[in-house]
């Protein structure tokens, strides 16, 4: 059982301002308390913005070579707590310890890795002319992150954020709250210089409002739902911060009617099913050739049912979802696609077979969805995928933009120059040809609800820093 109880404010573990409340912390795989963290309130946040903005006046100037020191240190830190890590995401949200030991926490790491190669070189100064062009640290970030992928959501913004000479205050997910707690082990262990990185736990309401209206916050980036991210700008709009979001998504993925299209399809349902269906820009909607709707069926139901569901200690490829909630809201959406028509093809209501305790639900296939069924309109954020059917290439277009959302978009096709043409005409912030793997240095974010700014790389690093102009900063040219 862990106890996280204290916050880590102005280098050192503290007791909560106000009395203690506590939450328990359950494991989505056994429906049992795993753990208790305590609940922060605006007097926590308070103190810890404060604490920030102290350290800002030293921090921010310090020098490349001084932050990318330190920046090694958090690199090697973090590799010493790596097994630690990859078991807290298992236990907090349910991600299998093979995808834990893979992917969950190697791209926290690579966050990490990335942002120290870009720091060796990034141009904070330019001359141009008799003008200099400044971009310093914006000042005391406020980062707010979800549960779904949370070393990658939380590195992502805390790794460029040192790097740039800002400090910052973290509250992670109260639902998956220990990774970000042993984050803070890391950045003590590394010698991060008291009030650079500060740790509040606690919920929405309470700390996440808190870091968002608060004066001594400069910006604020967050990750997770449309919905809380509008109440994210909302609280920030008096005091006229900065607002960075990454928000929700629908992606289409456009399966294109050539020799490759069982396997784009395949691809498609393996990929929607990683992390239990848990990605903001997974590939929910696949858009296949109308006339080839049967055999794209097949293969669909083939590859979903291939999948192995279960203790995601054991060797599962699929852990659960990570909450009641996020059960109850999945089933209810399978449920719409059952009444609105959508033919289920594998999968449907309830636990997979065998599993009776868990947060488990059934890989799901629909086909024959149209854009109108909520299935396809709605984030599910669980393993469900719906397949859609275009009669031509300018239909599959249209339809893969007929959504509120534009965080990503992804083109199966033998012929690379359609495809290029095809992700040309996609209303999404990163478009995926053919499978191609992640790029930690290209820039991830979206276009429409899905959010604004983007992060990653030396794209992640603006979000960080304001531009000044100092004009006459060089003499003049002489007179020929």
Request: aromatic share 6%.
């Amino acid at each position: 059982m862990r106890e996280y109880l204290t916050f880590y404010i102005d280098g050192a573990w503290v007791a909560p301002a106000e009395a203690l409340r506590a939450l328990d912390v359950i494991n989505p795989a056994t429906e049992e308390v795993c753990g208790k963290i305590a609940l922060g309130s605006a007097a926590d946040v308070d103190r810890a913005a404060r604490a920030a903005r102290r350290a800002f006046e030293s921090w921010s100037q310090t020098t490349r070579e001084e932050r990318l020191e330190i920046m090694g240190r958090m690199l090697t830190e973090y590799q010493k707590r790596f097994g630690d890590l990859a078991t807290a995401v298992t236990e907090e949200m349910g991600a299998p310890a093979s995808l834990a030991q893979r992917a969950q926490v190697p791209i926290g790491l690579g966050h990490l890795a990335t942002a120290i190669e870009v720091l060796k070189t990034f141009a904070f100064e330019e001359l141009r002319g008799p003008t200099k062009i400044v971009r310093e640290p914006i000042g005391v970030c406020g980062f707010i992150t979800p549960w779904n992928w949370p070393l990658n959501q939380i590195m992502c913004k805390v790794a460029p954020a040192i790097a740039t000479g800002c400090t910052m205050v973290l509250k992670p997910s109260e639902v998956a709250p220990f990774t970000g707690q042993i984050l803070a082990e890391i950045m003590h262990a590394a010698g991060v210089p008291a009030g650079v990185f500060n740790l509040v736990q606690g919920d929405g309401p309470g700390v996440g409002a808190a870091i968002s209206s608060h004066p001594e916050i400069d910006m604020v980036s967050f990750t997770g739902s449309t919905r809380a991210g509008i109440e994210v700008a909302k609280a920030a709009a008096p005091t006229v911060k900065r607002v960075s979001q990454e928000l929700g998504g629908k992606s289409p993925n456009i399966v294109v009617n050539d020799a490759a299209l069982g396997e784009g399809v395949g691809r498609g349902v393996a990929t929607i099913m990683t992390n239990s269906g848990q990605s903001c820009n997974a590939p929910t909607r696949m858009l296949v050739p109308q006339g080839r709707m049967e055999e794209v069926i097949a293969v669909a139901k083939a590859s979903a049912e291939k999948i192995t569901v279960g203790d995601p200690n054991g060797n599962s490829e699929m852990g659960p979802v990570v909450n009641q909630l996020q059960f109850d809201k999945i089933q209810k959406l399978i449920q719409a696609g059952i009444d609105e028509g959508a033919t289920l093809v594998t999968g449907g209501v309830g636990r997979p077979d065998g599993l009776d305790k868990g947060y488990y639900v059934k890989p799901t296939v629909f086909a024959n969805v149209t854009s109108d069924m909520t299935i396809a309109k709605e984030e599910i954020f669980g393993p469900v995928l719906s397949i859609l059917g275009y009669e031509t290439v300018e239909q599959a277009i249209e339809i893969g933009n007929d959504t509120e959302y534009g965080l990503a978009a992804y083109v199966q096709a033998a012929d690379l120059d359609l495809a290029q043409k095809i992700a040309s005409r996609l209303r999404a912030g990163q478009v995926l040809i053919n499978g191609a793997g992640g790029d930690l240095t290209a820039p991830f974010g979206g276009y429409k609800m899905s959010g604004n700014g983007r992060e990653w790389g030396d794209y992640g690093f603006h979000e960080f820093l304001e531009t000044k102009a100092v004009l006459g900063y060089a003499p003049p040219p002489a007179n020929g």
